[in-house]
C-alpha cells in the first residue's frame, strides 16, 4: 500500500492506494495559497494516513508545472507563481520520513489510465483533465512524452488571440481559457447567469434551464477545436477526459 497525493490548485485530493490500484480511503482538502501553509496541509494528511498503515515506506506527489522531476522542485507553478522555486519532495520528505515519487500530475493520470483505467491495452492515448485548468498527459508509442517543464503543456497550446479570461500562465487565448472548469464559469456569467462554480452551471443545465444549455453548448464548441487539435497532432487511438 502507499499514499498518493495530488496538489490540485484549489484542492488536495490524497489516498490510501493498494498495489492494484484500488483506493482504499481517500480525503479531499481545500487549500490555502501560501507554500509553507500548504506544505503543512500535505504534511498532516500524509501523517494521518501513515499512522493508520505504519508500513507504508513510499509515497506519489503530483502537481501542476513547471517543475523538475529530477532534483522534485516546483518552478514557479502556473497555480502559484508566487512561490517561486520550491524543493517540494525535500520538504516532504523531512517532514514524514517516506520516499516520495514526484510527477506532473496529468502526466500521472494518464499513467493511471493506462495501468487500471479506460486505455490499459493502448499504446497512444491521451488524457484531459478539467478543473481550474487544462492538465494533458500523453502517451505516445507506450511511452509517456514529456517536456522540459515535466509534462505535455497542451493546455497552453493558443486557441485565439483573447480568451475568456488571462491565464495562469500570463498569456492569453490559451486552451485553458476556453475549456476549463473556470472558463465555463467565465463564460456562463458572460451570459448573465448567477454562479460561482461550473458545477452551478451543470446543475441548472440538468434542469434544462436555457441560458445554462446554451453556455454548454458553446462551452462544447470550444473544447471540439481543442479535441480537434489534438487528433491533427497526435492521433491518438483514445482521448479520455475527467476532472
Request: hydrophobic share 45%; aromatic share 6%.
Amino acid at each position: 500500500m502507499v499514499i498518493g497525493v495530488d496538489l490540485g490548485a484549489t484542492n488536495i485530493h490524497a489516498g490510501l492506494v493498494e498495489k492494484d490500484g484500488t483506493i482504499i480511503e481517500e480525503v479531499v482538502a481545500h487549500h490555502g495559497k501560501g507554500k509553507d501553509t500548504v506544505a503543512c496541509q500535505i504534511t498532516d494528511i500524509i501523517k494521518a494516513f501513515h499512522a493508520k498503515s505504519p508500513s507504508i515506506k513510499k509515497m506519489g506527489l503530483v502537481c501542476a508545472g513547471p517543475m523538475n522531476i529530477e532534483d522534485g522542485t516546483l518552478i514557479q507553478p502556473t497555480n502559484f507563481r508566487s512561490w517561486g522555486v520550491v524543493p517540494i519532495v525535500d520538504i516532504i520528505e523531512k517532514a514524514t520520513g517516506l520516499k516520495v515519487f514526484f510527477d506532473n500530475d496529468a502526466t500521472a493520470a494518464a499513467l493511471a489510465e493506462g495501468w487500471v483505467g479506460k486505455a490499459k491495452g493502448l499504446s497512444t492515448f491521451m488524457s484531459i483533465t478539467l478543473g481550474t485548468g487544462v492538465g494533458t498527459g500523453v502517451v505516445l508509442n507506450n511511452k509517456i512524452h514529456r517536456s522540459t517543464s515535466g509534462g505535455s503543456e497542451w493546455g497552453h497550446i493558443i486557441m485565439a488571440r483573447q480568451g475568456l479570461y488571462r491565464c495562469g500562465c500570463g498569456n492569453t487565448g490559451c486552451v485553458e481559457t476556453y475549456c476549463s472548469a473556470t472558463a465555463l464559469t467565465h463564460l456562463a456569467r458572460d451570459h448573465g447567469m448567477n454562479v460561482i462554480s461550473a458545477e452551478d452551471v451543470c446543475i441548472l443545465a440538468m434542469k434544462k434551464n436555457p441560458v445554462a444549455l446554451d453556455v454548454l453548448n458553446v462551452y462544447s464548441e470550444f473544447l471540439a477545436v481543442a479535441l480537434y487539435n489534438y487528433i491533427m497532432i497526435l492521433n491518438p487511438e483514445m482521448i479520455i477526459i475527467g476532472g
